[in-house]
């Protein structure tokens, strides 16, 4: 008998007494044995029987499956995207801001003279070649590409998509153009597509003209409030497809729409003495593109001012073709 058969005995005997004995003198009916006292077993475990290793407890579960990796601190999990976001690759590119000090031309008739050493060229963009802008980008130039925002030209190639609802009275003083009411869904429609076409054909922004139509005779009810509105939506649609773009004149909305616009474009402010209201674009370091029209000897008298407010200065012709004198 092992010693491990034993306790197993001794504790039968107990709970059979005192009907029955216990050793080899007992007096009860029959004899305990040993392997009546052995604890029950797997009956086909027989490798088992008298090894006296302990089996360690069984494992939970749910814990992961050991890929061999050891275990490291926990980091914290990346941010998610928000929903609905893909994340860019890259930034987009940024809008071409200019401070004071841009050098520039700008001409809308005639055959473009691209022979001014400058830095940025503001052309018309029904009518500039794209030869023109290939060439002038092939030069650093930036390509600023004009077009009216606020009136209808019968002679554009899209003419024929304004709503006749939505030409108003004609502008004093040039030929077969009319002022928009800027309220019309369709008329922005088409400056959204006039948009997409100076991006395809390579524009770095956009002059977008007479953007004041509430200041004159549009044969609408425009006011302040319906100018703002627009000229917030052509400046926020410029810049959806990447495109500088210039507050044309709206000399009494300046401090409104300052930060909507990337520089201002003027005409005439001398004459008028209306420049100071042109000033707080000088202030936040933006570009203020302006011009005077007549001969050079004009020159001597608007370049001292011009210079002194930090505008970017040219006297040209009325018609816009090259012609020009710089004040700097």
Known sequence: MSARTMPAILLACLLAAPAAGCGDGGNGDEDVTEEDARPDTDAGDDDNQGDDTVEPDPLPDDLPPDDGTPDGPDLPDAPDAPDGEDQPDEPPPEVWSPAPGTSWQW????????????EM??????????????????RGIVVICYFSAGSYEDWRPDEAEFPAAAIGNPLDGWEGESWLDTRNAEVRAIMQRRLDLAASKGCDGVEPDNMDGYQNDPGFPLDGGTQLDYNRFIAAEAHARNLSVGLKNDLDQVVDLLDNFDWALNEECFA???????LP??????????????????????????????????IKNLDLDAWRVACR
């Open 281 to 314: 674009f000088i202030g936040a370091g933006k570009a203020v593109f302006q011009v005077e029209y007549g001969d050079a000897s004009l020159a001597d008298e608007v370049c001292p001012q011009a210079l002194a407010m930090d505008f970017d200065t040219l």
């Open 272 to 278: 008028y003495d209306e420049c100071e209201t042109l």
């Open 121 to 138: 060229y503001d052309i018309d963009l029904f009518e500039a070649p794209g030869d023109v802008i290939a060439g002038l980008h092939g």
């Open 107 to 118: 001409q809308l008739t005639g055959t473009i003279d691209t022979s001014f050493e400058v």
